[in-house]
């Protein structure tokens, strides 16, 4: 079964905007911290960014904080990565998780996104 579906990726030049979505089945949305992800070529996956349904968020760096917003959207199921002022440095496979601590648990990824930016 499919949980969490991203969309959103593409192409775009140094400097572009994109947003990412991540859709998330209502079997397993509840008290959930989202988050987004990325693997670059040839390196681990980095955490970027999370969200709770609470509202509360987090970033990895001031960095990445300063070009990327992550947003929620209870209704509609949605977590959201709206990046900005891309670099080529950006590209990468992006993946949205969810984990739940509280019964019933769980830890979640999505198949990913690709982002490409281009200099």
């Known amino acids: 079964q499919v949980y969490l579906e991203e969309s959103g990726g593409g192409s775009v030049q140094a400097g572009g905007s994109l947003e990412l979505t991540c859709t998330v089945s209502a079997s397993i949305f509840g008290a959930n911290i989202f988050s987004w992800y990325r693997q670059a070529p040839g390196k681990e996956r980095e955490f970027l960014a999370s969200?709770?349904?609470?509202?509360?968020?987090?970033y990895a760096t001031d960095s990445i904080k300063g070009r990327f917003t992550i947003s929620g959207n209870n209704a509609k199921r949605t977590v959201h990565l709206r990046m900005t002022a891309l670099k080529p440095e950006d590209t990468g496979v992006y993946y949205c998780?969810?984990?739940?601590?509280?019964?019933?648990?769980?830890?979640?990824w999505g198949q990913g996104t690709q982002v490409t930016v281009s200099s």
């Open positions: 969200v709770t349904t609470g509202g509360i968020t987090d």
């Open positions: 998780r969810s984990r739940r601590r509280v019964t019933p648990r769980h830890d979640y």
